[in-house]
């Protein structure tokens, strides 16, 4: 249905054409990034183009590789992770960003959503859940991994935000 979160099983779909889907991976801790990196490398048409440990580096490699898609860590960004999703879409509009999280909280999530990030995807979910956010946001499409879409959901229901809808 039209403005639902995505929550199904990921269906494998081959890139279009062949084009490739260029990611920018920004987590400060050097195992995320290698993990991530490699389980995104085993999927034909994603591109890890640069990685990035210190989030204030973010807008700097946004301008030097200008990504389709990035591939952040809130959590790691001293409390200015919203800030960084509102300046990396000002630096570059198109760019759909996905928040990769250990924070389970509704909240934190419904925020990110509503600021500009197209998925929400919890770190202990990544494997399973991480292909089809990437897929999903590129084609303008929303993601929050399925523990914490309902209450996603919910919270925006209940505060009156469409944060389903692609900004």
Known sequence: MAGDLHVAAFEEREPRGSEVIRILLTDDHATVRRSVRQL??????????????????????????????????LQRCDGSGIALIRASREQQPGLRIIVLSSDTSAAFAAEALRTG??????????????????????????????????????????????????P
């Open 40 to 73: 995104l490398h085993d999927q034909p048409g994603l591109e890890v183009v640069a990685e990035v440990a210190d989030p204030g580096a973010t807008i700097d490699e946004l301008r030097e590789h200008t990504p389709d898609v990035l591939l952040i860590d």
């Open 117 to 166: 990030a197209m998925a929400y995807v919890l770190k202990e979910h990544v494997d399973p859940d991480l292909r089809m956010a990437v897929q999903l946001a590129v084609q303008g499409q929303r993601f929050v991994s399925p523990l914490l879409a309902a209450r996603v959901q919910a919270l925006q229901s209940a505060i009156g935000q469409d944060g389903i809808t692609p």
